[in-house]
């Protein structure tokens, strides 16, 4: 059963820059051109907040990406 990404939902971003995952919150889901894209409220390592909008999911690096965390 895949999950579906929800307002409130922990995830990971990942982006071209870092080496290590971050922490985010989902803050809307929706649908463009048949893709499912999200915004979220990133955490840097040092605590502070970054937004990010229109991110997809994947699960290999891209530009930038959100993808659920290891259980």
């Given at each position: ?28 889901v929706f649908i463009e051109d048949d893709e499912q894209y999200v915004n979220l409220t990133v955490f840097e390592a040092d605590g ?24």
């Open positions: 059963m895949s999950q579906l990404p929800t307002v409130g939902r922990i995830v990971q971003y990942k982006d071209y820059r870092s080496e290590q995952p971050l922490a985010a919150i989902i803050t809307s502070s907040t970054i937004p990010r909008r229109n991110v997809r999911q994947a699960e290999q690096l891209t530009e930038y990406y959100w993808s659920w965390p290891a259980r």
